[in-house]
């Protein structure tokens, strides 16, 4: 059977089967070979880029320029998987038509299938707003990277009964305002599934537990490469950042003791092209 190119269409029927959602987030031509032939089913390039790839302090620094050339290298690298661009802060808040045109320069210029913004209700006119541009929004609530600050940091949402009714009804607003799937992130699992529960759409967790519709992590948690802190919610499916740090420290040492290039790593030469040159 020939693998098709996921759609939002087929994400809505794997709700509606209770089939789960797979996402990772995926930032180059490599990463994203990878997880499209491991047959995730949607790949986030999140604006995360900007710590685990670029080594900002927080997501907030990252430009349009930046999440443009990365989603380019993802979309090279995949040919089966839903592609979801992260818009960057300050890309749609100020103004909706900048958000209308950075929305759209997602699709246009590096072929991104959709675009990810954070918010509640405070964004469902843009919400709409882009979608009646012709371009698929997925939402996101509870913690929201880019106004961490205003949220006291990186702390769990919805934790009261006044906060999870402020969660739900944010989740309703922005399906009723045409999100296509909302990412819920580090809520409570009951919340989070009474969320799920609620909506017709899909909702996609990072520490929200397993009632959501579909699960997302950060590629570089996931695989042991960042080594600055781990969330709580982060499983780890390898440790790469000390196999590569072991195997730099190995090339160093081979190429310091001159064990490399060996014999075998080089190119011999003609012998009689040899005698010619160095003879004259």
Same mark, same amino acid.
């Given at each position: ?135 698929? %929004?997925?939402?996101?609530?509870? &913690?929201? *990277? #880019?106004?961490?600050?205003? @949220?006291?940091? =990186? !702390? ?77 919610? %982060?499983?780890?499916?390898?440790? &790469?950042? *000390? #196999?590569?740090?072991?195997? @730099?420290?190995? =090339? !160093? ?28």
């Amino acid at each position: 059977m020939t693998q098709k190119k996921m759609t939002i269409l087929t994400l809505h029927e794997k709700k509606a089967r209770g089939e789960p959602i797979t996402m990772v987030t995926a930032y180059d031509y490599p990463s994203a070979q990878a997880a499209d032939r491991a047959g995730m089913d949607c790949l986030l390039v999140g604006d995360s880029l900007g710590m685990v790839v670029l080594g900002y302090d927080s997501t907030v620094p990252v430009t349009m320029d930046e999440m443009l050339h990365h989603c380019r290298a993802v979309r090279r690298g995949s040919q089966y998987a839903y592609l979801i661009g992260d818009m960057p802060f300050m890309s749609y808040q100020a103004d909706r038509a900048k958000a209308i045109r950075n929305a759209g320069r997602f699709l246009k210029e590096s072929g991104m299938d959709a675009v990810k913004l954070e918010g509640g209700r405070e964004m469902t006119d843009t919400v709409r707003a882009i979608g009646a541009a012709g371009i698929i %929004v997925i939402g996101h609530i509870g &913690l929201t *990277p #880019q106004s961490a600050g205003k @949220l006291g940091g =990186y !702390r769990v949402q919805g934790k009261t009964a006044a906060d999870a009714q402020r969660l739900l009804d944010d989740a309703l607003a922005l399906q009723d305002a045409g999100a296509a799937m909302i990412v819920l992130e580090m809520v409570p699992d009951r919340v989070a599934e009474r969320i799920s529960k609620a909506l017709r759409i899909p909702t996609v967790g990072i520490g929200a537990g397993g009632g959501c519709d579909g699960q997302v992590l950060v590629l570089h948690d996931l695989l042991g490469m960042f080594e600055r802190f781990t969330p709580r919610f %982060v499983k780890k499916y390898a440790e &790469l950042f *000390p #196999q590569m740090e072991q195997a @730099l420290a190995a =090339y !160093r040492d081979d190429v310091t003791a001159r064990r490399f290039p060996a014999a075998e790593h080089a190119f011999p030469v003609d012998e009689g092209e040899w005698e010619r040159w160095v003879t004259g």
